[in-house]
């Protein structure tokens, strides 16, 4: 399966996205999104989930986990749709 970075790459090229338009949608400058597509380091759980979301693909896609970009998505699997916080209180809720 492909690395991170040339996934990142893919997509944003995808969505016609240039760098700078595609760090300004998450919050981060042009470099880093360079660095991200040029090297295959470790980017944040927040930006992970952020890039998923600007990139319309799952976080599963993203990470070269599975080959189908809308596997795990809460709409498809007939749960609601959190936002990240909602869900993070919800997985908290049901462990603690």
């Not at 040339?6 to 981060?28: C, H, M, N, P, S």
Request: proline content about 2%.
């Amino acid at each position: 399966m492909a690395q991170l970075n040339d996934r990142l790459r893919e997509l944003r090229k995808e969505k016609k996205f240039t760098q700078k338009a595609l760090g300004e949608q998450i919050g981060v400058n042009e470099t880093q999104i360079r660095t991200w597509e040029i090297y295959d380091i470790w980017i944040s759980t927040p930006n992970i989930i952020k890039l998923s979301k600007v990139l319309d693909v799952s976080t599963d896609y993203l990470l070269g986990l599975t080959d189908d970009k809308t596997f795990g998505r809460c709409a498809q699997r007939g749960l609601p749709d959190y936002s990240t916080d909602e869900l993070m209180k919800e997985v908290l809720r049901r462990w603690l």
